[in-house]
C-alpha cells in the first residue's frame, strides 16, 4: 500500500494512521486491568478482549468483538497474500521462468498464486499449536531481525545486502534459540540486538556505496 501512494500522501497517510492507532494499546490495557475487577480470569491472554466485552455488554458486545478482530485479520491477510502472490509472479515466475509472459497470463499466475498461498495458510493453522499470544511472541524473532537491516537500508548507502541477510538470518536463528531455551519474553530482543550488531559491524567495515539506480528496470516494449 505504501508503495502506491503519492509523495505528498505519504506522510499525512502514515502521521494519521499513527493517531489513530494510539489509543489501542491504551484501551487494551485498560481492558486488561479491568478483567479481574469483573471477576474474569481467561484462560489465555488474548481472550481477555471478547470476555469482558461478552460480561459488559452482553452477546452482542461478544460478536462485535469478533466482528472487529474478523476484519482487522482479513485486511491484514488480503494484503499479505496480494503482496506475496505479486512477489511470486513478478519476481519469480516472470523475471525467473517466463519472461515474455503477458498480462492475461501474469494475471492467471497471481489468482493461482493467491490460491495456493491461502490454502497454504489454512493447513499451518489446522494443528492449531499455540494461542494468537503465543504465535506473536514466536513471531517476534523473525520480525525484529528485519528492523535494522530495513531501516539502514532505506537511510544509508553504506550496508550491503551480504550484512543485511546475515543479520536477518542470525539474528532470527539467535532469537528462536533463545524462544526455546530462555523464553518467549526474550526472543525479539536477543533477534534484533544480534541484528543490529552485525548491521554495525557492516556500516563500520564496509566501503560500499548503494545507488539506487541499479534497482531501475528497464521498460519493456509493449
Known sequence: ????????????????????????????????????????????????????????????GAVVVFVVVFSALASSLDSLLAATADLVTRDFYHKK?????????LMRVNRYSII??????????LPQIATLGALLNFAG???????FPVVLGLYSRRITGSYAAVAMTLGTVLGLISYFMIGFYVAALVSCAVSASICAIGLWRSKA???????????ESL
Do not use: H, Y
Not at 116 to 125: Q, Y
Open 209 to 219: 556505496a548503494f545507488e539506487w539506480d541499479q534497482l531501475a528496470e528497464r521498460e
Open 1 to 60: 500500500r505504501a508503495l502506491a501512494f503519492r509523495g505528498k500522501v505519504a506522510m499525512k497517510a502514515f502521521l494519521l494512521g499513527g493517531l489513530l492507532w494510539l489509543p489501542i494499546p491504551i484501551v487494551t490495557g485498560f481492558i486488561a486491568l479491568a478483567a479481574p475487577q469483573l471477576g474474569i480470569f481467561p484462560p489465555s491472554a488474548d481472550m481477555v478482549g471478547p470476555m469482558v466485552a461478552a460480561e459488559v455488554l452482553g452477546k452482542v
Open 116 to 125: 495456493g498461498l491461502g490454502v497454504l495458510t489454512w493447513l499451518f493453522c
Open 141 to 147: 524473532a523473525f520480525v525484529a531481525s528485519t528492523i
Open 97 to 105: 521462468f517466463n519472461p515474455q509472459a503477458g498480462d492475461r497470463q
